[in-house]
């Protein structure tokens, strides 16, 4: 059982940053993928990153590449996401997700609670 908490959200302006955090509790986390999705009010939820167990592989949905960041520490089980040049169409709930087999599953086994980032423009 893993479970995921997430801080690190807030209010910002255009241009800004933040960074977000995801801690893990339970056992074996440098063995699970990483992944950071989101949602807006009325969207559908979407892919932002995920990075695989050893952090050597990453991927970034096209509308943050070049801005966002995933990294993770797995001495500290936290997983984050460094997010530069933040945009309006970026306000959503941030969710933090593992999953033992892949880093792009297509359903992931755990979810965090989620946090909000707000842009203001």
């Known amino acids: 059982q893993v479970q995921l908490v997430e801080s690190g959200g807030g209010l910002v302006q255009a241009g800004g940053s933040l960074r977000l955090s995801c801690a893990a509790s339970g056992r074996f986390f440098s063995s699970y993928h990483m992944g950071w999705f989101r949602q807006a009010p009325g969207k559908e939820r979407e892919f932002v990153a995920a990075?695989?167990?050893?952090?050597?592989?990453?991927y970034y949905a096209d509308s943050v590449k070049g801005r966002f960041t995933i990294s993770r520490d797995n001495a500290k089980n936290t997983v984050y996401l460094q997010m530069n040049s933040l945009k309006p169409e970026d306000t959503a709930v941030y969710y933090c997700a593992a999953d033992k087999d892949s880093p792009q599953a297509a359903i992931w086994d755990y979810w965090g609670q989620g946090t909000q980032v707000t842009v203001s423009s």
């Open positions: 990075v695989n167990w050893s952090d050597l592989r990453k």
